[in-house]
């Protein structure tokens, strides 16, 4: 078909929201390696409103949408010649190294413009 596959889009989210925190300061993967916080995608959506193609030059944005004491929500647009082409949304739900509900950390809801 020519088209970009649809899974693919939830990956460049994910690039999106890895950038989002690194223009933070922060390293997702320090959380993870060093504090042992993980936030697992809890719920996605996508909505396509153009396809794209396989060698399309596109641009992802990322923003931080809602924050709560142990939960994010991220909303994203993806473009085309400036033109928003899909919008999507993840749920993040902060967890433990044994997959139970963890506060955020201070540093993170700091970094992040939440109050300490």
Same mark, same amino acid.
């Not at 909505?47 to 992802?60: F, I, T």
């Not at 400036?82 to 993840?90: A, E, P, R, S």
């Given at each position: +078909?020519?088209?970009? =596959?649809? *899974?693919?889009?939830?990956?460049?989210?994910? +690039? @999106?929201? &890895? !950038?989002?925190?690194? *223009?933070?300061?922060?390293?997702?993967?320090?959380? !993870?390696?060093?504090?042992?916080?993980?936030?697992?995608? @809890? !719920? *996605?959506?996508?909505?396509?409103?153009?396809?794209? #193609?396989?060698? /399309?030059?596109?641009?992802?944005?990322?923003?931080?949408?809602?924050?709560?004491?142990?939960?994010? %929500?991220? #909303? =994203?647009?993806?473009? $085309? /010649?400036?033109?928003? %082409? &899909?919008? #999507?949304?993840? $749920?993040?739900?902060?967890? /433990?190294?044994?997959?139970?509900?963890? *506060? +955020?950390?201070?540093?993170?809801?700091?970094?992040? #413009?939440? &109050? %300490?």
């Amino acid at each position: +078909m020519g088209v970009v =596959y649809y *899974s693919n889009y939830l990956v460049w989210f994910e +690039m @999106a929201r &890895t !950038e989002y925190f690194r *223009s933070r300061g922060m390293v997702y993967k320090q959380l !993870e390696d060093k504090e042992k916080i993980y936030l697992p995608v @809890a !719920e *996605s959506q996508c909505r396509y409103k153009a396809s794209l #193609g396989y060698d /399309d030059v596109v641009e992802v944005t990322a923003r931080l949408t809602d924050m709560g004491n142990s939960r994010l %929500t991220f #909303g =994203y647009e993806v473009r $085309k /010649d400036g033109k928003v %082409t &899909t919008t #999507g949304m993840t $749920k993040h739900a902060f967890i /433990d190294a044994k997959g139970k509900p963890v *506060s +955020m950390p201070e540093k993170v809801k700091k970094a992040l #413009g939440g &109050t %300490t």
